[in-house]
């Protein structure tokens, strides 16, 4: 089993930044690659970035790609989701999950963390 627990989220005005962090317990964690997802209001949950075990690859939705970093640092047991140029569509509750294998699919995660919100005002 690996716990997942992130934090870092909040509110935030239009054109801002956050950074959130996903810190891991349980399992080495440097064996899993790190997943970022987010459910808006009304919405499905949708891939957003995902980091591979080492952190030399990266992955994003094309919404996100620019504007937000994934990366990890396996020393402290912590992934992490650079935030910026926030916009209101933003808006969601973000869960980091990790896996075996880097993926964009949800279903392929296994094991996930509580979720932290974040709203960004227009």
């Known amino acids: 089993q690996v716990q997942l627990v992130e934090s870092g989220g909040g509110l935030v005005q239009t054109g801002g930044s956050l950074r959130l962090s996903c810190v891991a317990s349980?399992?080495?964690?440097?064996?899993?690659?790190i997943g970022w997802f987010r459910q808006a209001p009304g919405k499905e949950r949708e891939f957003v970035a995902c980091?591979?075990?080492?952190?030399?690859?990266?992955w994003y939705q094309e919404s996100v790609e620019g504007r937000f970093t994934v990366s990890r640092d396996n020393a402290k047991n912590t992934g992490y989701l650079q935030m910026g140029s926030l916009k209101p569509d933003d808006t969601a509750i973000y869960y980091c999950?990790?896996?075996?294998?880097?993926?964009?699919?949800?279903?392929?995660?296994?094991?996930w963390g509580q979720g932290t919100q974040v709203t960004v005002s227009s």
């Open positions: 999950a990790a896996n075996h294998y880097a993926s964009a699919e949800e279903d392929e995660y296994e094991f």
């Open positions: 349980g399992h080495t964690f440097e064996n899993y690659a």
């Open positions: 980091v591979s075990h080492q952190g030399s690859n990266t």
